[in-house]
């Protein structure tokens, strides 16, 4: 089992930045990928950035060109920087480990971290 620990949300002014990041640890060879979701209060959780051990990177179109997702290897690490932050970014941002099916380009992820909240204000 591969636990994640997140830290890094908080609230910040529309435009601004934030960086999170989560620390991977336990059975991390089981996994191959770790992503980013989030989830606004009454919408379903969605994926937005996903990074894979081969460095293959997927991003959610609302975030592209602000968001920026990055790994440390040597520190089991992923990291999500945020830039131009907007009011719709708001939503409890959650780390997995996943397994990412290339020729499906899909994420499967079953281990999460326990969410951190990201509040940006108008």
């Known amino acids: 089992q591969v636990q994640l620990v997140e830290s890094g949300g908080g609230l910040v002014q529309a435009g601004g930045s934030l960086r999170l990041s989560c620390a991977a640890r336990?059975?991390?060879?089981?996994?191959?990928?770790m992503a980013w979701y989030r989830q606004a209060p009454g919408k379903q959780r969605e994926l937005i950035a996903g990074i894979t051990d081969g460095g293959i990177i997927t991003y959610a179109n609302s975030v592209k060109g602000r968001f920026t997702i990055s790994r440390d290897n040597a520190k089991n690490t992923v990291y999500l920087q945020m830039n131009s932050l907007k009011f719709e970014d708001t939503a409890v941002y959650y780390c997995s480990g996943c397994y990412y099916t290339d020729s499906e380009n899909r994420y499967d992820c079953t281990s999460w971290g326990q969410g951190t909240q990201v509040t940006v204000s108008s």
């Open positions: 336990g059975s991390i060879f089981s996994i191959n990928a």
